[in-house]
């Protein structure tokens, strides 16, 4: 799985310099991409298959060609990363917007909480004062039952 954190915008300038010198059914075929049939790179005013582009960019890069299955998220993946470089992406046409059935609100029935003491108050109830000569606990009044 190609990661494309070190492809950068000047590796995809690269690549697109090269697809602009092949020509885009050369630059395909050298690298075994096909077509982009949804997404396209638009630079200066020309469409680029973005895919592609952006698998030779990792190929700058890292010295590795990034193949069309390598892209974890799908076209999205490919899309997302060109457009946080800098670069317009066209998607594919918009269908008409989906309109969601509308929600119901089912009232949340819960319990109580209990009541739970504050830091505070645990870090109070924890401190014991303890009797030095026979080591138990001191009642409230300070002196000790069996010592007094």
């Known amino acids: 799985m190609a990661t494309f954190s070190s492809v950068t915008r000047t590796h995809v300038l690269q690549a697109i310099a090269e697809y602009d010198s092949r020509g885009g059914e050369d630059f395909l075929a050298l690298y075994g991409f096909g077509p982009s049939r949804d997404y ?6 020309r469409s680029y298959d973005s895919k592609a582009v952006l698998g030779v960019a990792h190929k700058y890069a890292t010295g590795r060609l990034a193949t069309s299955d390598e892209f974890s998220g799908g076209m999205t993946h490919a899309v997302a990363i060109l457009r946080k470089r800098g670069f317009e992406v066209t998607g594919p046409p ?3 917007p989906r309109v969601a ?3 119901t609100r089912t009232p949340r029935v819960t319990a109580p909480r209990p009541a739970t003491p504050s830091r505070a108050a645990a870090a109070r109830e924890a401190t014991v004062a303890i009797c030095p000569t026979c080591s138990t606990a001191l009642p409230a009044t300070g002196v000790c039952d069996y010592c007094g």
Do not use: W, Y
Not at 40 to 45: A, C, D, R, T
């Open 40 to 45: 396209v790179l638009v630079h200066e005013g």
């Open 101 to 103: 059935a509308p929600r």
């Open 94 to 96: 918009t269908a008409a």
